[in-house]
């Protein structure tokens, strides 16, 4: 049986429909995390969430090692069969399960070499997540590739909300860390369950080599590139974790992760939308060219005001939100909103060059990137975790800079094309940072520094300066977007409800 994926001529409307459900679902996701991030951020210990950083750091190399390529490859090929899918699965099956079973041999060692006994008991208690990998994984695949972004969406909300409400739970009988454990435990069993009975897709034990030998050439490199993309994303944590202290790495923790799920929301959940997208026309330099430029501007619009006001706000942000034990992840947080810009860009421009099948030349630059990274957050680290934040900017915008460069030999894209659609958001958030400086100056005897007023008031200030500034420049790109926005939103929500 082929399972084939829509016809270009329903693109738009799918691309679209897709877009709505990844931002609505993450939009609830990213309130759900927040709001369970607060409780757990009072009642637990930064260590708590040290050690659980290192689980994670762990965990997430050996789900690299997992994830051989093969589901994008599956999504970026014209045609697949059944023989793909099942033989997907079978090898899901034992390299996840050999998988948890090495990580558990092995986390007492891990937590030795961090002289944490109980981090290597977290490590192989969170292996346990790979027992429900190749169900969802394949199930994943089976969705994408009918651009169906509403069932992910709800499974995602599924997992989050039941981590969620499982971890503040166990934290509030006493859980410690274990109750991040117990929540990632449950919540990505549930959002399994969901993801499966939606896909109507069922586990088969047949596997044909040769369906796993025509996903090998893409698979190999998109797997070798997400392995380098994961040591750059995540050894500045166990070089923080190893230097300092998982004390110390709580607070990096919780500065990159209000940073990274910024970037999350806004781009890297929509990954899966825009490689279908792009990959449908990987053919034709000029939709890509003006697709890039559409994406980016939305983003742009979308970013810069968030990592620009959260850097504004950050001392205030952590003290409300997170308490005053928290206030050494400020400095680091506001250096990491620079990082997340470019990230961000990086995310899409990555994307791009996946769905052209151009892996293997992007390889070199992210193992030289990972190079520079590792030796920047080494010496960063001799000044805590304020110089290690320092080194991440920097590295993340050299990378950023050279991907583009390299985007821009297959497309044809100059960097006027590249920098132009990030113009408009770029001032406005310039403007809306300068208004809400002068206003929290002027207002600190009022409210006080690090108050819940002047957190609120200084959000709806520069809520309100950003809009008007976009409106005052007015460029007809922006305008054109808004007005192609709002066309589409009717259809799309009666869609999204259907």
Known sequence: MSHDQKPAAGLGKAVKKGVAWTLTGRGVVMLLTLSASVVLARVLEPADFGMFGIAMAFNGLATRFGNVGFGLALVQRKEIHDDHLSSLFVCNLV???????????????????????????????TALVFLTTPFSSVARVFLQRRLDFK???????????????????????GGGVWSLVGGQLLGTLAGTIVVVSKAGWRPRLRYRHSAIRELCTFGAGMFVKNLIIYGGDKIDYLIVGK??????????????????????????????????????IQDDQRKIQAAYSKVIMTLSLLCYPVFF????????????????????????????CAAGIFRLHLEVTSTVINALGKVSAEIWRRVTALMLFALGCWLGSLWGITGVAVAVAMTTAILAVTMVAYLNQLTGLTWYD????QGPAFIASVVMAGAVFIYQRSMEGVWGHNSPAMLFSSTIVGAIVYTIALWIFRPSAVVTLMRE????????????VR
């Not at 069932?151 to 009988?173: E, K, M, Q, W």
């Not at 504004?312 to 206030?327: D, R, S």
């Open 418 to 421: 590249a920098i132009r659609p």
């Open 95 to 125: 390299i996840f399960f050999a998988l948890a079973g090495l990580l558990n041999l092995t986390a007492p060692l891990i937590g030795a070499s961090f002289g944490s006994p109980l981090t290597g008991r977290v490590i192989g208690a």
């Open 309 to 336: 006001g959260l850097s504004l706000v950050a001392p205030a942000f952590i003290t409300v939100v997170f308490g005053e034990k928290w206030l050494p992840s400020v400095l680091p947080l506001q250096i990491l």
């Open 485 to 496: 926005f709002l066309t589409d939103l009717k259809p799309v929500a009666r869609g999204a």
């Open 243 to 280: 230097r300092l202290g998982p004390g110390v790495l709580g607070f990096y923790e919780k500065a990159f992760h209000l940073m990274e799920i910024t970037v999350k929301e806004l781009s890297s959940r929509m990954s899966m939308v825009l490689f279908s997208a792009f990959s449908r």
């Open 151 to 173: 069932s992910p969406a709800i499974a995602n909300i599924a997992d989050h909300l039941v981590a969620a409400v499982t971890a503040v739970i166990l934290a509030l009988v």
